[in-house]
């Protein structure tokens, strides 16, 4: 009879967990000496671990798959994805189990609840894991927070896992978890409210931060175009922000066309073909040959930061450190009404002899589109072979981006006008739309007033919050009102910016008895105006087994209502 250590561990490995506890076995006294049993012993801060796990059989069969993620780390404090891996691939091998050769890998996503981009690969972990594809009996970590930083989230991933009778092995704890166990569920799930209580500390740090920049008039987040920063050579720290020799003359000389009565395409065509790179590079490769276009130069002017002012969550809060590359009476006063114009320029329909030729535009590039021709049927000859003139139909296709060759979509004349004006007479019949139409046309200046004292409303009542807040210490009573009443405040100032009067055609076509009738009465012209005055057309690309069919693929056309 003898006594050996007995080190409890989530799978049946040894590993200390509080001291020693004695069992009783029957076996040789000197069986705990012998290494092929039990591992060595390590300590390393106070925590006691297995350098060689011992093996137990049919291990080899045990498959392990890995979930790898990280967050943007700009410091390199954290382990990369690949990182993560090599150290999953040490632990799963000395474990004795076979490693699955497709991981789940998130780069660059954050698992807080305040994530804005979705984690592609943990949604396809948990739809494996409900469908039964998961293709493991072990899921790796390499440590819990890998896995999500919202307790929601762990929790269903713990009790998809206890569904499927598959254990969590987290190796920077140097074990596996079985969610069907109540301590090793509950390890867990302590694991996910710690993560959660961090990222919120660091939400509301962040916060605090940012908000007291912006008051300050400091830039935060990437530089501005027009902009370069200057840093100290040893500290790092920033200094100045100035303007940048090429790019401020780029911002300066948009604001002036425009002030001068050039419409943005024309500018953002000029800048194309002086080769001037576009102020931000296109994330997806089939927009990054576009250049300049006509709403990139609308945001660059629309930035207040070019007009001096510091922006908070859309709102305007003080003046900024940097120098301005536009007047700010300039900017506000004339600039930025041009700007919001809808449709953002006057336009001359009566030369036109197409219905959406200047209206409808690309799906792909933004592009507008210009009429052209298609060759319809095959080749015909005469009865002495020589080839018969081909016979053509109307289309509307892409134009590309300004100054700049290569179209994305093409479609028969015919189809698109009558998807278009379908559109405008079902939307024009509907019961609500002239009450709608009605108080835009009417009692605007009542509406902008009331929109007014919205805002001032909104904004008294921060305040008052923060007055509350700072006598009470309370900075959390203050992010969480800011949180809730700053979204009213951007709606508010949106609908104040863009709210014009209905176009009376508009209207006279609403009020009709027989709208259809009095749209056939309308000439060319008029119907242009009404079509630009309510939509932008969208024309997507031919979608899979479309090609060749005679029927209008409706679904290709988006409205774009304005």
Known sequence: ?????????????????????????????????????????????????????????????????????????????????????????????????????KAYRDDDRSASRYAKRDREDFDRLISDLKAGRFEATILVLWESSRGSRRVGEWLTLIELCEERAIRIFVTTHGRDYDPGN?????????????????????????????????EKGRPHGKNLYGYRRVYHETTRELLRVEPDPDQAKVVKEAAERVLAGETLYSIAKLFNERGIPPRRASYKAQRQ?????????????????????????????????????????????????????????????WPARHLLTGIAVCGVCGGGVIPGKQNKGSQTFDDDGNPLPRRHYAIYVC??????????????????????????????????????????????????????????????????????????????????????????????QKRLEHLTATDPLVLDLAKAEDVRAAWERLELASKRRIIRALMTPRIGPMREGWKGRRAIDYDRVQPGWQ
């Open 399 to 492: 134009k590309g981006a300004p100054g700049l060759s290569g179209s994305h979509v093409a479609m028969k004349e015919e189809h698109l006008d009558l998807v278009v004006v379908e559109m405008v007479l079902e939307r024009v019949k509907r019961p609500d739309f002239l009450a709608r139409v009605g108080r835009q046309g009417e009692g605007v200046d009542a509406e902008r007033q009331a929109l007014l004292d919205e805002i001032e409303e909104h904004r008294e009542y921060l305040e008052a919050v923060r007055k509350q807040a700072a006598a009470r210490k309370r900075l959390d009573l203050l992010f969480d009102q800011e949180d809730r009443i700053r979204p009213l405040i951007v709606a508010a």
């Open 1 to 101: 009879m003898g006594w050996i250590p007995t080190l409890v561990g989530g799978s049946g490995w040894p590993i200390f967990e509080s001291g020693w506890r004695k069992q009783q076995v029957v076996s040789d006294p000197d069986c705990c000496n012998n290494p092929n049993l039990l591992a060595d012993i390590v300590t390393e801060g106070g925590v006691s671990t297995m350098e060689k796990p011992r093996k137990r059989p049919g291990t080899a069969d045990v498959v392990a798959r890995e979930y790898l993620r990280v967050s943007k780390d700009r410091y390199s404090t954290g382990k990369s994805p690949d990182q993560q891996h090599d150290d999953n691939a040490k632990a799963v091998q000395n474990q004795g189990w076979q490693l699955h050769p």
């Open 289 to 349: 040959h576009l250049g300049w276009t006509p709403p990139a130069v609308r945001q660059m002017l629309t930035t207040p930061a070019y007009a001096g002012k510091r922006q908070y969550h859309g709102e305007i809060v003080s003046d900024a450190v940097w120098p301005a590359l536009l007047d700010a009476d300039t900017w506000e006063n004339r600039l930025m009404p041009l700007l919001n114009a809808r449709g953002g320029k006057k336009a001359n329909d």
């Open 182 to 214: 109540p301590r090793d569920r509950r390890s867990l799930l302590e694991d996910a409210v710690d993560s959660e209580y961090e990222s919120a500390k660091t939400s509301t740090r962040v916060k605090r931060d940012v908000r007291a920049a912006a």
